[in-house]
């Protein structure tokens, strides 16, 4: 089974830096579950949260600074905001990323188009994710040879009859451990490939001899 570090190896460092992006490759992971959003001069910056102020003080939306700006904030471990870019250098295809779009109202489709503008010549080791179904029917008609992720966190939209019809384009789903209950009930490991998140110590040998492709770990190291 598989190992994604969940914002890199967030467990010990700042989560979406490019020190737990370095560590988490040095540890042997899989791949690297990461958070994107756009700058206001729209460069592709790495950052979870929808507000600067918990990881940097500065009470501020990420999309309200220029990259520039944003690469001045301190936000942990003397580690600044990356960019996707740098990141795309740092692994340079040792290992798979995933690039989960923070949804935006009013900047997802220029999202949509950077990412797909930065990794078109990429798409065997980077791959993309997203809640929201129109920002992932947006990519597929962008580019379908990308790969995208499903993420869930609701059991009624596992439970809907239409799922498989409905997702037919997309390639694995992302769901919460949480619902792991659900997911064994209705036999998805068969059908689909399957990654749960976010995973530290619940028990999911069933799961794992059912066919669960992979797991997302704050704490990736692999033993």
């Not at 940097?56 to 990356?82: F, H, M, R, T, Y």
């Amino acid at each position: 089974m598989k190992i994604i570090a969940h914002r890199g190896y967030s467990a010990r460092y700042t989560q979406n830096t490019l020190i737990a992006f370095e560590k988490a490759i040095e540890a042997g992971v899989y791949g690297i579950e990461i958070d994107l959003r756009l700058s206001s001069d729209e460069e592709l910056i790495i950052f979870h949260d929808d507000n600067l102020k918990n990881l940097s003080g500065l009470d501020k939306a990420p999309e309200e600074l220029s990259l520039s700006q944003l690469k001045e904030l301190n936000i942990g471990d003397k580690q600044k905001i990356a960019s996707l870019n740098e990141l795309l250098n740092l692994a340079d295809a040792k290992v798979k990323l995933i690039l989960e779009i923070k949804f935006n109202i009013d900047t997802y489709k220029k999202l949509c188009e950077k990412i797909n503008f930065n990794i078109k010549d990429k798409i065997e080791w980077v791959e993309v994710s997203c809640f929201e179904d129109k920002v992932l029917e947006y990519m597929n008609n962008l580019n379908p040879k990308i790969k995208l992720h499903k993420l869930i966190d609701n059991a009624s939209i596992l439970k809907d009859k239409n799922f498989k019809k409905k997702y037919k384009y997309i390639s694995y789903f992302d769901i919460n451990i949480k619902l792991k209950n659900i997911v064994s009930q209705l036999s998805l490991f068969e059908k689909h490939k399957i990654i749960f998140w976010t995973v530290e110590n619940e028990d999911i040998s069933k799961e794992k001899d059912a066919g669960l492709y992979a797991i997302m770990k704050d704490n990736p190291q692999i033993n």
